[in-house]
């Protein structure tokens, strides 16, 4: 690494040297295959181990008569899941370069998506006891419209400073800004299209297969 180092001065000093003054090194990273497989090693088991623990956390805290808390956790990580997937696509696609502040804006993104399912689980959750009679997909349905402002409001105010970011904050800010621009549209898109839906279809088939509902989906 020195020797690149020293070459890569030798070559800067002798080709602008004059016009520019001499050039000098403040910082310098080496991202070898070694260096590169450990670190996706670790981001894989970072994201496993965070999975994990939101399930076991989403499942204990949503189960209740009448609800189980298993559901809701499997759906947050399915919507996790096609975060995550999402993002390295996107990065594919754009051809950009992963390294550490791609993990740090993936855990991130994963973070805020399952914050974003919280909230709504929870007032899912608060009507569930207010309205036992109801039926579920209602119940979805209404939480899904009470807490919509709260998402949006929350994902366009952060959205502007991801923007900001990407517009000011130079070259080496703009990868991180984008992938978090766009995984946190992500998270709250899950949050909303993805997991709440699939609590709802999994509750429907878990009660025809009980015959507690009709052909027509009534109770």
């Known amino acids: 690494k020195q020797q690149q180092e020293d070459q890569l001065l030798t070559q800067l000093s002798s080709s602008m040297g004059s016009k520019y003054g001499q050039p000098s090194i403040i910082q310098s990273e080496?991202?070898?295959?070694?260096?590169?497989?450990?670190?996706?090693?670790k981001a894989v088991w970072a994201l496993l181990i965070g999975f994990a623990l939101q399930l076991a956390y989403?499942?204990?805290?949503?189960?209740?008569?009448?609800s189980?808390?298993?559901?809701?956790?499997?759906?947050?990580?399915?919507?996790?899941?096609?975060?995550?997937?999402?993002?390295?696509?996107?990065?594919?696609?754009?051809?950009?370069?992963?390294?550490?502040?791609?993990?740090?804006?993936?855990?991130?993104?994963?973070?805020?998506?399952?914050?974003?399912s919280v909230i709504i689980f929870d007032r899912i959750r608060e009507n569930l006891k207010n309205k036992r009679r109801e039926p579920f997909d209602r119940v979805v349905n209404a939480s899904l419209l009470q807490t919509m402002a709260r998402s949006v409001n929350t994902v366009m105010t952060t959205e502007f400073a991801l923007v900001a970011i990407w517009l000011f904050g130079g070259e080496s800010l703009q990868p991180f800004a984008l992938t978090l621009a766009v995984g946190m549209l992500t998270g709250t898109y899950s949050s909303i299209f993805?997991?709440?839906p699939l609590v709802?279809?999994?509750?429907?088939?878990?009660?025809?297969?009980?015959?507690?509902?009709?052909?027509?989906?009534?109770?």
């Open 30 to 41: 080496l991202v070898g295959p070694v260096i590169g497989s450990e670190l996706a090693r």
């Open 58 to 66: 989403i499942g204990i805290r949503y189960t209740m008569p009448g």
């Open 68 to 116: 189980n808390g298993l559901r809701f956790g499997l759906t947050a990580v399915v919507a996790l899941i096609h975060d995550v997937f999402l993002l390295l696509g996107l990065v594919i696609v754009l051809k950009i370069q992963i390294n550490s502040w791609f993990v740090a804006s993936l855990l991130t993104v994963v973070g805020y998506s399952i914050n974003d």
């Open 194 to 196: 993805i997991a709440s």
């Open 200 to 219: 709802v279809s999994w509750r429907i088939k878990d009660e025809k297969k009980l015959n507690l509902r009709t052909p027509d989906g009534r109770p």
